[in-house]
């Protein structure tokens, strides 16, 4: 191996492996570790100066104490059910309206379709946290949500969505649905449209041939949008502390307020270290549903 | 004769399974078919041949019921099936592409239809069964269309469209996708599916040669008009236009001055030279005429072949070998070039002629056509 | 394929109507004169000026900007070089492991990258700031960066670097004269992507950042947590303002070079 292949290769390689599975590997050790009044706020801290023994003696420090602990208060159970709960249905509702959104668009004529494109891509663009914030003045008690329901005259007091779990579902919805539209979008453009035609022609009418052809065949954009709004739904941090409320229980917020309230590192590894657990299912799903893509493609 | 032809078309008594009555198909600006009037006979194998853009896709497409007419009817069985959806017609469609569902097996591919008319299972699995054995794919059930061939795809797709037993079938390009060789076998094999099936074929078709091996009848389609409707061999041997003559085969074309000569006409086609002689496709005024032969009717010849009143001499130009066939193209004082053809029937013969020979070129007086200019 | 046209016309109303109406009324209201968020107060714009005296603001979008100008040019730069490797790299011991970083953290909970990283400067005792705040946006943007890339090296043709090497290149300058140029719009859209993930990102700053580097996203959302404000809203209209007026010329430019392209080849063929 030639010096510049050797170093192509290895300037990345030791990059990631230093700033991304490193750092890793140092939030698991500190999952296993005491918390403790001191700097860094934890221990066993190891001493390398001490050599062999003090490696041992660092091992039989560490403990699973913090997942047990987990395990016991309900708070973590809570905040990882509840995520999980408001991931799914959120990804369920983003895949209700971004369908017929990536629909709509793929059935649009030819020459709309650029500008239909760049409208989708353009909040994907456009800075997260500030697409959050403008859901907070639609959605205040005096806001445009309540106003426009109570001309409506379908209710007669402004509700209060703000700071709930509706709040939450909804910021959701509106900042992932970008990831919903795209990958379905791009599977319905490919779809042939003479497989329509020939389900027609034997006998299908035109809803059965959606259902039967259509929705079969973008199954893997599908898969793919629910997956991309899913996995960063699950972690989510920014949402639920600005559009929940006090009870809104997410395990991104959780964690974050561990780490920084109580000042637990230990914990909030160990909190971190689960939640990393429970993607690698999707995850893993998500890898085998692009490989499948990628192969199809081909 | 004892045995009976298949000609419906002659029999004034027949009933047409397809009558199109004055259609007409616009896209916008563009007329795709012009005021369109064509009879098909049931067990036909009709063949809509045509360059692309000649209509003759928008045609089979009204017949699926993709597209309706802007006006005029369509009448299936003596039925104006215009208000009929494609999904409720008892017409069905081998298409280009073969567009066969990709998510389903080959077996699911070819009972999807017989699914929809909600048959029970036992009826759809004989029937799928029997399908995959008339086109001899019956191995190949369980496999998904992505993991056969293309010439086994293009049999489910045909296997698919035939299970419903529709009244007529109609096929997009049906061979364009396989290669010559397998292109040329299976031209016979849909031939022998037609007859065993009984069913009636319309194909589209750019493709002459598969035009003329497969039907039963063509129709030749330019700019939306029919320009001819005739079997195979009166198309090629009795064309009614240069355009037919030009498209179908070979051909060489002769402008001059034609006068009628009782059956025949004597054409004049350049100074000091004798008048060709040939037949006319239809009764027709003395005028401008053209006069069409194919290379394979000219005979070329060293000596001036005494017996035949079309005679020209030229000079030979250039010479394309076939392996069966040699074309040999002469070129004639006044600067027209002829071709003429003739068949390799022995091995290793010495070629007869070769570049700037001298030759004759020579035809009887039935062998060319005259048609209007 | 244009079908339920009443259906589809709905439905993108709809679907369109929900996802611009909030950012369209923040836009509206930063033009407000009413403190009051909700109350149309007339025509103004002074939260404008008064955001831009706001010496707070002003030194976050700084120390933004500086943080995605840096990030994103090392993210691009590893980026390129990841996706070069993963796809023409060949065999090399680790390479699953490799790949494995490349995509891992692009699905990692932020939460999650921003604590690691955080322990990671703490236990080698690296002062947070500036520098680790690139530190962190480099890294994870850098994988974003060889995704991008690495879709349009394996479309393009390998016989055209295998052409330059046969007319006498060297790897490096096969990569440099050929396959860099032909990449090119790929490595740029991976550089775009880089600095707004950079100049976006609150979460793995909030965690890597410490007292002395305050960026932009971490103020707003401070500010945000107190409630709606007419600055927040002026704000907001000028990124939003700005990221409009990227991607439309964005997808002109592609547009125009689409087109160019079709006119060039229609010349040729009259020509031919």
């Not at chain 3, 396959?179 to 859209?189: D, E, F, Y």
């Amino acid at each position: 191996m030639n010096l510049r292949r050797f170093s192509l290769i290895a300037v990345p390689y030791f990059w990631l492996l230093g700033l991304f599975l490193i750092p890793f590997l140092i939030v698991f050790k500190i999952s296993l570790s005491d918390i403790a009044l001191s700097i860094p706020p934890y221990t066993p801290t190891l001493e390398l100066s001490e050599g062999w023994a003090g490696f041992r003696d660092f091992l039989s420090q560490l403990d699973f104490e913090n997942f047990e602990f987990l395990a016991t208060d309900d708070l973590y159970w809570k905040s990882y059910l509840s995520s999980v709960q408001i991931a799914f249905i959120s990804t369920f509702i983003c895949l209700l309206i971004g369908f017929p959104i990536a629909y709509g668009m793929a059935n649009a004529p030819k020459e709309w379709q650029p500008t239909l494109m760049l409208l989708v891509i353009l909040p994907f663009w456009t800075s997260f946290l500030i697409r959050v914030y403008s859901l907070i003045g639609i959605l205040s008690q005096e806001g445009m949500l309540n106003q426009f329901l109570m001309w409506l005259g379908l209710i007669g007091e402004p509700l209060t969505i703000l700071n709930t779990n509706v709040a939450v579902y909804i910021g959701i919805v509106y900042t992932y649905c970008p990831f919903m539209i795209l990958p379905i979008y791009a599977t319905l453009i490919k779809l042939d449209g003479s497989l329509l035609e020939a389900a027609e022609d034997l006998g299908c009418s035109r809803t059965e041939a959606f259902w039967r052809i259509t929705v079969p065949l973008s199954k893997a954009g599908i898969i793919a949008g629910c997956f991309l709004v899913f996995i960063p739904a699950l972690g989510e941090f920014v949402i639920p502390s600005l559009l929940g409320g006090s009870d809104t229980l997410m395990i991104g917020k959780t964690l974050f307020e561990e780490f920084y309230n109580n000042r637990d590192w230990p914990v909030a590894s160990a909190v971190a270290v689960i939640l990393l657990l429970i993607l690698i299912i999707p995850i893993v799903l998500y890898q085998r549903n692009e490989q499948k893509m990628m192969e199809a493609e081909t | 004769m004892p045995e009976t032809v298949f000609e419906p078309w002659n029999d004034p008594a027949a009933n047409p399974l397809i009558q199109f009555r004055n259609v007409t198909k616009r896209f916008g600006d563009f007329t795709a078919v012009d005021n369109l009037s064509i009879d098909i006979f049931e067990k036909e194998f009709f063949a809509l041949l045509g360059p692309s853009g000649c209509g003759k896709t928008t045609m089979m497409r009204m017949l699926a019921g993709f597209e309706t007419p802007t006006s005029g009817t369509i009448m299936l069985d003596g039925q104006d099936i215009s208000p009929i959806p494609p999904n409720k017609r008892s017409v069905n469609m081998m298409f280009q592409s073969y567009a066969l569902f990709p998510h389903l097996t080959v077996y699911d591919n070819i009972a999807f239809g017989l699914k929809r008319d909600k048959l029970p299972p036992d009826q759809i699995d004989a029937r799928v069964k029997e399908m995959l054995r008339l086109v001899q794919i019956e191995k190949f059930g369980q496999r998904k269309p992505e993991q056969i061939s293309g010439g086994q795809r293009q049999r489910v797709a045909l296997a698919r469209a035939l299970a419903k037993a529709p009244k007529l079938l109609l096929l997009d390009e049906p061979l364009s996708a396989l290669d010559k060789k397998l292109r040329q076998d299976t031209q016979f094999e849909l031939m022998d599916i037609q007859e065993k099936t009984g069913t009636t074929f319309v194909v589209v078709t750019h493709d002459q040669e598969e035009a003329m091996t497969v039907a039963s009848r063509v129709a030749v389609m330019d700019h939306g008009k029919l320009k001819q409707v005739d079997t195979p061999d009166r198309i090629y041997e009795a064309p009614n236009s240069t355009y037919v003559a030009d498209f179908i085969g070979d051909v060489n074309i002769i402008e001059g001055h034609g006068k009628a000569q009782g059956d025949t006409m004597a054409i004049s086609w350049a100074e000091g030279q004798p008048p060709i002689i040939g037949t006319p496709s239809k009764p027709m005024d003395d005028g401008n005429v053209s006069f069409a032969i194919r290379p394979e009717k000219v005979a070329i010849s060293a000596e001036r072949p005494a017996d035949r009143n079309n005679v020209v001499q030229g000079k030979v130009l250039d010479i394309a070998y076939l392996g069966n066939l040699s074309t040999y193209h002469v070129q004639l004082p006044s600067g027209i070039v002829i071709k003429a053809q003739t068949a390799n029937s022995r091995r290793r013969a010495s070629r007869p002629f070769t570049w700037e020979d001298e030759v004759w070129l020579s035809w009887t007086d039935t062998a060319g056509i005259v048609l209007e200019r | 394929m244009r079908r339920l046209t009443w259906f589809n016309a709905t439905s993108l109303t709809l679907g369109f109507a929900f996802l611009y109406i909030p950012m369209i009324v923040v836009i509206i209201y930063s033009f407000n004169e009413s403190r009051l968020v909700t109350v149309w107060g007339g025509f103004s714009t002074k939260w404008y000026g008064e955001l831009l005296q706001n010496e707070a603001f002003l030194d976050a979008a700084w120390v933004t900007f500086k943080v995605g100008f840096f990030s994103s040019i090392i993210a691009t730069i590893l980026g390129t070089m990841g996706a070069y490797v993963l796809v023409r790299g060949g065999r090399f011991y680790g390479r699953t492991l490799f790949s494995g970083m490349i995509y891992a953290p692009l699905v990692m909970p932020e939460v999650i990258t921003g604590l690691s990283l955080l322990l990671l400067f703490i236990s080698i005792g690296l002062d947070r700031g500036l520098f680790t705040i690139i530190l962190a946006h480099a890294t994870f943007s850098m994988c974003y960066v060889s995704v991008v890339v690495s879709s349009r090296l394996v479309s393009f043709d390998r016989s055209v670097e295998e052409a330059a090497l046969d007319l006498g290149c060297t790897p490096f300058e096969a990569f440099r004269l050929v396959t860099l140029p032909i990449i090119a719009p790929a490595v740029i859209s991976g550089w775009l992507l880089a600095l707004t993930l950079s100049l976006d990102d609150l979460v793995i700053a909030s965690f890597v950042a410490g007292p002395s580097a305050t960026t932009l996203p971490i103020k707003v959302f401070s500010s945000i947590r107190l409630g709606v404000s007419p600055e927040i809203n002026a704000l907001s209209t000028i990124l939003i303002g700005l990221v409009t007026i990227g991607t439309i010329m964005a997808s002109l430019s592609t547009k125009r070079a689409v087109m160019r392209r079709e006119r060039a080849e229609r010349m040729a063929e009259q020509a031919g």
